[in-house]
């Protein structure tokens, strides 16, 4: 009979107690304060950003700046204990993409701001980076400040290695009916090259959530600066179209990855 190891944790680092690892298993619970900005990108540029089995569509994409807060399911104790582990700041490049004649969301570019959200996108395909993001925060004892409101303005950006690699801001007009993302589910790349001797991982996953919840939309004009980095390849897109801002809170939860396809 097989003895259970007891040091079993679901991440590194591995102790008896599990209390070391830095992302805790999921469900994982997200509520998100965004902006972003729709935009759609030259297709001759951004195919280079977009791995077979995956397929461009029309360019659509949509940009943002996020607050996040975060828990897992089963550890709900760090909204106290640690309050810092539970919110973090993300950038990120979305694309609309084809898989087998269905419409995906697709994320070629992603930053965060701390090592539990880096590690665990990296456990779900997604390719986050450290940088430094920063977005408008508006307390309700301002002056002047009632919530959003038409004329609104608000902007934010994200710095990494030194380098500011996104500029944004909008302009509130009018609240509005759906948000802008995700174009269809989430589709990323698992990707942990075998290091000499051991497992190869490449393959397609569809994020799978549940859940999900959404605050009022706002929607308006849009501006946004993108900037090529020594290993952030930002040149590739090209914005043909700015289509407009947007500002939006949103929920769900998080349970994990199912393969499409291993490749």
Do not use: C
Request: proline residues 7%.
């Amino acid at each position: 009979m097989q003895t259970r190891n007891v040091f079993d944790t679901f991440t590194l680092p591995i102790t008896k107690s599990g209390q070391s690892q830095i992302v805790p298993p999921p469900p994982w619970i997200y509520a998100i304060e965004m902006i972003g900005v729709k935009v759609f990108f030259d297709l001759n540029k951004i195919i280079d950003l977009i791995p077979p089995p995956l397929e461009p569509t029309d360019g659509e994409g949509f940009v943002y700046i996020a607050k996040i807060f975060t828990i897992s399911d089963n550890r709900w104790e760090m909204l106290y204990e640690d309050p810092e582990e539970t919110k973090y700041m993300e950038a990120a490049v979305a694309l609309k993409v084809k898989y087998k004649d269905s419409i995906y969301t697709y994320f070629p570019f992603m930053w965060v701001d701390k090592d539990l959200p880096l590690i665990r996108g990296w456990l779900l395909g997604y390719p986050k980076k450290l940088a430094i993001i920063s977005m408008s925060e508006y307390h309700k004892l301002l002056d002047n400040y009632n919530g959003p409101t038409e004329g609104m303005k608000m902007g934010g950006y994200a710095v990494r290695n030194g380098k500011e690699i996104i500029r944004m801001r909008i302009t509130l007009k009018e609240k509005y009916s759906s948000p802008p993302i995700p174009f269809g589910p989430i589709v990323q790349f698992r990707r942990f090259p075998s290091v000499q001797e051991g497992t190869n991982v490449y393959e397609l996953g569809q994020v799978i959530s549940s859940d999900f919840r959404t605050g009022d939309i706002w929607r308006g004009d849009g501006e946004l600066l993108l900037n090529n980095s020594i290993n952030d390849e930002l040149e590739l897109l090209k914005i043909n179209k700015i289509e407009a801002g947007y500002y939006f809170n949103w929920s769900f939860k998080q349970l994990g990855t199912k393969i499409l396809a291993k490749l």
